[in-house]
């Protein structure tokens, strides 16, 4: 039985606008990081294929497809416009 | 090393952080926030930092350079928040012995900078809403 994970999501740029908020604590049945997204975009109806957007897991970059544990900070990364 | 900054960049104080007697060239590199943007009329532009994140891919991408380059230090800035024209959004400076290295590295944080740091910028137009855009090599492209 897969068992709900309890997760900090923090919210930057187009995302955080959308969502109307910086940061939430989410409870989520969600395996990968990308399975995540797609619940995510669909609830606040984020404008961003996945495939434009990258993940940091506990400030590390790493993949869409990284399986979640309880207790990960997560941040999706629209895409980046520094300089 | 790299910092984000909320205040104005201070060129002065960064070129003497990096006065080094064994170095015969500094190259460094402003980005500045310009007026326009495909057409648009720009009136300020605003810098949202994935702080932590960004400062740990800024510190890789400095080491890299020190690897592939014959430089001897760079020092690197990058502002956050609300921008006017004209304001530098970006500072990369390199010192080395020779010149040919320091352009190199320069042009090699630059680039990696723009593609790889969390930051993200928000352009205000004078006759329309305002957008988040997206670096695609040489030109911007809005998304949103």
Redesign the interface.
Known sequence: MNEPKKLTVKYFAVLREKTGKSQEEIETLANSALELYVGLANKYNFPLESSSIRVSINEEFRNMNDILHSGDSIIFIPPVAGG | MFTISEKPIDTHLLKRELINSRAGALVCFE?WVRNHNDGDEVTTLE??V?E???L??AEKIIAEAKEKFDILEILGV?RQGRLDIGDI??WIGVVAEHRDPAFEACRYV?DE??????????EHFKDREAE????NEDT?HR??
């Open positions: 980005g810098y949202e994935f932590s994140l960004a740990k891919e990058h959004a970006v630059i900078i723009k593609h790889r740091l969390p930051i993200w910028k928000k988040w855009v997206v670096s911007d998304i949103i």
